[in-house]
Structure formats: C-alpha cells, structure tokens
C-alpha cells in the first residue's frame, strides 16, 4: 500500500464520515477492480466487491494518476451545516452532521448522499463541483442561526 497516497479529502472527510473503511480496501478495489473506467475532470472510478462488508460493492474514484484516493462507499436534524470545498479533487462536500455515514448512495453522476445507520442524511458528495455548482458566490439568507467564516 505504499505506492499510494490519499488526498486530504479522502483523510479528513471520507475516513471521518466512513469509519468503518480501510484504506487496504480502497487499495483492493484499484488493483484488482470487477469494474472501472475513466470519468470526466481526469479521474478514475473502481467498483469491487468488499468480503469483509458482506461482499457490498465499494466505488473508489482516483485521481488521473491512479494513485491519489478521493474515494466514495457505495451503498437527525441538521445542527451545523460546513461546505468544504477541495480544489485537488474539484469536490465539494456539504457536512450536514457530525454522525458518520452508514451508508451512500449515487443520485446522480457524480452526487452522493452518505445516510447515517437511522436512514438520516448526513452529507452530499459532489465531484467535479466546479462544474455542477456556482463556487464564486454563496449566498445565505434567513438561516436561523450564527453564521461563520472559516479561511482555508
């Protein structure tokens, strides 16, 4: 596994809402995939079947290089809400709860939404977000609660 490296998404928003992952799975399923192909924004997707997840199918999505994980698993009342947006990897990540994520499901090219073990959304995924979404202006308006800037 020393070949590989992770990208900071991967380390600080896919391990933290994933708990459960090993990054040796993620490794797997790009060695030995049962499916793959190029995706747009010069990235890579990897499906394989994961035993120790009861043979659930794992999509794992690399950079060009095949080599940096941006990964992504297959298969409550919002208190924080933090967009965090990775422009490595061009992907944004809405965090809708501190609880880790059970389970993700693609809704779209590109989309996923990660739900918690109670079925409750937890976090949307989205690649190539430069692309899907406006990210040279956010606008807020009549949330409920304090609002706050975090520079990168």
């Known amino acids: 596994m020393g070949e590989y ?11 933290r ?20 192909e190029a995706q747009e924004g010069n990235r890579y997707r990897f499906w394989g079947k994961i035993p120790e997840l009861e043979n659930r199918v794992l999509r794992v999505v690399t950079l060009a290089d095949k080599v940096n994980d941006t990964q992504r698993l297959p298969g409550q009342r919002i208190q924080t ?7 490595d990897t061009d992907s944004l990540y809405i965090d809708l709860s501190e ?7 693609e809704v779209s090219e590109g989309i996923v939404l990660d739900y918690d ?10 690649d190539n977000a430069s692309k899907k979404v406006q990210l040279k202006e956010l606008t807020l308006s009549k949330l409920p609660s304090e609002i706050r800037t975090v520079a990168a």
């Open 5 to 15: 490296k992770f990208t900071p998404y991967f380390e600080n928003e896919v391990l």
């Open 17 to 36: 809402k994933r708990p459960y992952l090993k990054k040796e799975w993620c490794t797997r399923v790009v060695e030995n995939p049962i499916r793959s």
């Open 81 to 87: 809400m933090k967009l965090n947006y990775y422009p």
């Open 99 to 105: 609880k880790p994520s059970s389970e993700s499901r």
């Open 117 to 126: 073990s109670h079925g409750n959304l937890v976090g949307i995924d989205i």
